[in-house]
Structure formats: C-alpha cells, structure tokens
Nanobody, 122 residues
Framework: QVQLVESGGGLVQAGGSLRLSCAAS????????MGWYRRGPGMQRELVAT???????NYADSVKGRFTISRGNAKNTVLLQMGSLKSEDTDVYYC????????????????WGQGTQVTVSS
C-alpha cells in the first residue's frame, strides 16, 4: 500500500505565501514523478507543478515565477512553495506521485493524496 499525505494548506491573504508538503510512504521501490495538481474549474484536475527523479520541473503557466516545487530533505517528500498568492489560486491541492512499488516493479502507478484546501482572501 502507498499513501500520500499532504500538509500545509490554509487561509492566507492575497500576496502572501504558503508552503505545501507531501510525504509518500509504503512499499515504494522508486518514484518517477511527484507533484501537485488542483481541482480547477472543470471536472479534470489541472497541473500546478511536477518534479522528476532527475529534478526536472514543470509548471503551469499560471504559477510560473510564483510557485517553486522541490524535493524535501526527507525521502519521498515534495514541497510546493507558493508566493504572491492570488484569489484565483484558491482551490483544493492534491499531491500526486507516479511510482513503482516492490510488489509491481515494472508497472508505473499513479497515486493521489486526499487534498488540502488553500484559500486566498482578497
């Protein structure tokens, strides 16, 4: 079993900062990609930022220059430093991981956290 546990959401004023963290635990052999998505206006979650095992990062255009994704010091953790927050950043943020487990070492599986609410007041 694999679990992703998020923390760090909350209420912040526009222009402020928040840091989200996510820790993956369980029978993890290796992680290909970790990142963050948010619920978005439609039915499909939208990308916020991802980071690969090789430290390559990818950001949504709407957050470039304001958000920074990085690996945490602890193994299998990812951080999202959010700055210059806007009211339109208000959403539920989900941690994501694409990884291989020891039970299925050749299958790249997707896992999601439960989500953490970020609310930006204007």
């Amino acid at each position: 079993q694999v679990q992703l546990v998020e923390s760090g959401g909350g209420l912040v004023q526009a222009g402020g900062s928040l840091r989200l963290s996510c820790a993956a635990s369980g029978s993890i052999r290796n992680i290909n990609v970790m990142g963050w998505y948010r619920r978005g206006p439609g039915m499909q979650r939208e990308l916020v930022a991802t980071i690969t095992g090789g430290e390559e990062t990818n950001y949504a255009d709407s957050v470039k220059g304001r958000f920074t994704i990085s690996r945490g010091n602890a193994k299998n953790t990812v951080l999202l430093q959010m700055g210059s927050l806007k009211s339109e950043d208000t959403d539920v943020y989900y941690c994501y991981a694409n990884l291989h487990t020891f039970q299925a070492p050749y299958a790249a599986l997707n896992y999601w956290g439960q989500g953490t609410q970020v609310t930006v007041s204007s």
